[in-house]
């Protein structure tokens, strides 16, 4: 896939489990180049401490449906 030409990110949380691992929750539209529609979606990372540095451990997205006015 061709990358994010950008990208928002909103409504950000931050919750803990605990001292070592944390998961960070946000939403957010991505745009392409040319005319697509921006992609939109809910997203969250899971983090872990490893030798005192934060480390990815899990990444999800679920696209958000776009609306439609029938």
Avoid at 37 to 65: C, I
Wanted: aromatic share 12%.
């Amino acid at each position: 896939m061709p990358p994010w030409r950008t990208y928002e990110i909103a409504d950000e949380r931050v919750i803990p489990l605990g001292h070592e691992c944390a998961v960070l929750v946000y939403t957010g539209p991505a745009y392409r180049d040319g005319d697509e529609p921006a992609f939109v979606a809910l997203m969250s990372s899971v983090y872990t401490r490893h030798d005192g540095a934060w480390r990815l451990a899990l990444y999800q997205q679920m696209p958000v449906p776009s609306r439609t006015d029938d």
